[in-house]
């Protein structure tokens, strides 16, 4: 009967443990480590949801050697239209471009910010990233949810 009992809670165990595992690396409210967006690699620094938001805040910042966009992913609507402050929180010149960019994108100083207008497209996302930082992992993406 002992055995039997240590068997059941063994196997308990292990499911509980399976499902913690599960549970936090579905998660990508906080971010962490990479993702591929598009062609790039981005530092994944969590995604907002800004459905319905006229206007949002998203941090452009290097700590120490790792490049990125805070939050890295925003979530809308299809053709949603967003104006967004970059604030720069970094040590260094950081820019704003999306892939669609033929101009160069906006920069921002360092402790500076500006305002960028974007749109959300019909389907799928749009990228985004920093001219000088992209190749460390300085992108993210605007997806359409839903």
């Not at 971010?31 to 994944?44: F, H, K, L, V």
Request: hydrophobic residues 30%; glycine residues 14%.
């Amino acid at each position: 009967m002992r055995s039997k009992v240590w068997g059941l809670f063994g196997v308990l165990l292990s499911l509980s443990l399976l499902a913690a595992a599960c549970s936090s690396s579905s998660s990508n409210e906080g971010g962490g480590g990479t993702m591929t967006i598009g062609s790039d690699q981005a530092n994944n620094k969590g995604s907002a949801t800004v459905s319905g938001k006229s206007s949002f805040d998203i941090e452009a910042d290097n700590d120490g050697n790792t490049f990125y966009f805070k939050p890295t992913v925003l979530s809308g609507t299809a053709g949603q239209t967003l104006n967004l402050t970059v604030k720069n929180k970094g040590t260094t010149l950081h820019n704003f471009s999306l892939t669609t960019d033929t101009n160069g994108g906006t920069d921002i100083q360092q402790d500076g910010e500006q305002v960028v207008s974007v749109t959300f497209p019909q389907a799928g996302l749009l990228g985004f990233f920093c001219k000088y930082h992209r190749s460390r992992g300085m992108a993210g993406e605007l997806s359409v949810s839903g």
